[in-house]
């Protein structure tokens, strides 16, 4: 992936085996949850490389939200409120090496964003 592709996309759930049931037989979508993340089962379909996850429904995450990969999450935040973005989550550890944060774009819309090693070789 390369900054700027969308690599992930959660889907928020009310009842996550429903959902993986529904997804897995309406899309055929692989679905699994790693070890230490049984309350996020993560999604693959069939002939793409990004998926994304099903997570419990919460305030202030009603509706499914893209991730953005970039370069940097911090120069990519910073760029965004200089625009008119709102800050919702600051950068937070995802592992060793990659990251996570979550911003508003100027009408609301919620937007992820993940950086890091995406590639074996990069680490």
Do not use: C
């Not at 959660?10 to 699994?32: H, M, N, R, T």
């Not at 990969?69 to 709102?86: F, K, N, P, R």
């Not at 550890?93 to 979550?102: C, F, H, P, Y």
């Amino acid at each position: 992936m390369a900054h700027g592709d969308i690599t992930h996309i959660d889907i928020p759930v009310g009842d996550l085996e429903a959902a993986k049931g529904f997804y897995g037989a309406l899309f055929g979508w692989q679905i699994s949850a790693p070890p230490g993340f049984e309350d996020y089962p993560m999604w693959t379909a069939p002939n793409q490389v990004s998926g994304g996850g099903l997570a419990p429904r919460s305030e202030g995450f009603e509706q499914p939200r893209s991730y953005v990969e970039v370069d940097s999450i911090d120069d990519t935040l910073a760029l965004a409120t200089q625009h008119g973005a709102t800050v919702l989550m600051p950068k937070s550890e995802i592992s060793d090496t990659s990251w996570w944060a979550v911003f508003a774009d100027p009408d609301g819309n919620a937007i992820g964003l993940y950086e890091g090693v995406t590639d074996v070789g990069e680490a």
